[in-house]
């Protein structure tokens, strides 16, 4: 089908694997695993099963900055999931995250061993565990949650509708792309407004509202998500680039994007992350041989 045909939907659909896109591998209309294959265990009693995606990014993050917190019960394993791979259709992962997603948290400090998956409920979970990074005032709780919730429902929209068709689609169709250009730039306007009166999400408070939002909207006004800051004019929005440059200058946000990512360069590459010394003896320039 060329771009220029126009798409008549038949009455039932039918899967066709060869459907084109950067994907395409590893989308299916179905759930399940597609392999028997057992998780790793380390050593810590939170086992996160990751990328580092954005999605990946908000948990290794919130872990980091507990840690710089001095809160030694966060300490984490973290498994590398290579998506493009179909790692995530493995028995063990399914088990912990029935949809197949990214990423996938399992707790061995509970009596019985406790599984989140959703990034959201993983950092909400996290930070109700650890009484860290959500306000105490009920007020103030609700202002954080909304606006953690309100990324988890946006970001869709931007990763599914936006990157998709502007960055891995087979070809590019201007009616998609326009559709969630739009949006996306709305989204970006609220997000502009609200910073032009709040040093953070929340306020003055640093929460996991912030941890959920900058991966996709910090990141993406910074160039490093589908190459679309320019597209995106994401310059205009300057109080949200006040906002993401304050936020990628702590030191565990910048240690949190390293773990788990296979992209970039070898030195902020962290494939999997068992201690702290990792992040000097155990990225990627240390362990591939110089080229």
């Not at 509970?110 to 306000?135: C, H, M, N, Q, W």
């Not at 990763?159 to 250009?181: E, N």
């Not at 502009?192 to 990141?219: K, R, V």
Request: charged share 20%; net charge negative.
């Amino acid at each position: 089908m060329s771009q220029q045909d126009e798409y008549t939907p038949p009455k039932v659909w039918k899967w066709i694997k060869e459907s084109g896109g950067t994907f395409a591998n590893i989308n299916r209309p179905i759930a399940g695993p597609t392999h028997d294959k057992e998780l790793p265990v380390g050593k810590h009693p939170l086992q996160l099963y990751s990328l580092a995606t954005p999605n990946g990014v908000k948990v290794t993050v919130m872990l980091e900055e507990l840690l710089a917190a001095g809160i030694a019960g966060a300490e984490y394993d973290a498994w590398l999931i290579q998506i493009g791979d179909g790692d995530q259709f493995g028995s063990g992962f399914v088990s912990v995250n029935p949809n197949s997603k990214i990423p996938a948290l399992m707790d061995h400090s509970t009596p019985t061993p406790t599984r989140v998956f959703e990034s959201g409920a993983i950092l909400l979970y996290l930070a109700d565990k650890f009484k860290a990074f959500i306000p105490a005032d009920p007020a103030k709780r609700a202002e954080c949650l909304s606006w953690l919730f309100w990324q988890m429902g946006s970001a869709p929209y931007l990763g599914g509708g936006f990157g998709h068709f502007y960055k891995y689609a087979p070809y590019r169709m201007q009616y998609p792309i326009d559709r969630f250009t739009m949006e996306v730039k709305r989204q970006l306007d609220v997000l502009n407004q609200h910073l032009a009166d709040n040093q953070f999400m929340s306020g003055d408070e640093y929460t996991i509202a912030d941890m959920a939002i900058w991966p996709w909207y910090g990141q993406l006004a910074a160039g490093k998500v589908y190459d679309a800051a320019e597209f995106l004019d994401a310059a205009t929005y300057t109080h949200v680039n006040r906002w993401t440059r304050e936020i990628a200058a702590r030191e565990p946000v910048q240690r949190g994007r390293m773990v788990n990512r296979t992209s970039g360069e070898l030195h902020e590459q962290l494939h999997e992350r068992h201690d702290a010394s990792d992040f000097e003896n155990r990225t990627q320039d240390k362990l591939e041989p110089a080229e």
